[in-house]
Every structure is written in structure tokens, then in C-alpha cells.
């Protein structure tokens, strides 16, 4: 494995982008993301252009209904190899 190198980021991506990414490679409108999780259409568009925050419970509930990981909507620009121990 040694050979292997991380490949280099090349977009960052907000928090809202990655709900948006992900509600598009499901085949999901923002409609049918609302019925499944019963966060209204209009929050889910304000989350995914970054006006509302996304916070925990409503990260649960979207990834849950995106079948990921919370931490993959809520840290989608996390690099633990630039991250120093706490």
C-alpha cells in the first residue's frame, strides 16, 4: 500500500453541497427528500444553499434517509491526516 498516494483535493465542498450531491446521486427531488424525512421542501433548499444550518438531528434524519453516514453530510471536507490529535 505503500506505493499509493492521497489523491489532491481539488474541490471543497460545503455542507449543503454535500446534502445536495448526495439527494442527486439518489435520483431524489427535494420534494420526495422532504416526504421521506418530514423536513419541509423549503428547509432542505435552505440547507443545501447554505442559509440554514444543518445541525445534528436533522443530519441524522437526512442521512438516514440518504442511506450515509451522518459525519459524511456534516464534515465532507474532513482530512484526518491534516488533523492534529485533541
Known sequence: MSQFRPAKRRVIV???ESVR???ELQELS???LAQLT???QATISAIENDRVSLGV???KV???A???HPAVLVFPGWDSSQ???A
Request: positive net charge; contains cysteine.
Open 62 to 64: 437526512l442521512a438516514r
Open 21 to 23: 450531491i448526495i439527494r
Open 57 to 59: 438531528e436533522r443530519a
Open 66 to 68: 440518504l442511506k450515509c
Open 38 to 40: 418530514g423536513i419541509p
Open 83 to 85: 488533523q492534529s490529535a
Open 14 to 16: 460545503s455542507v449543503g
Open 30 to 32: 427535494q420534494n420526495q
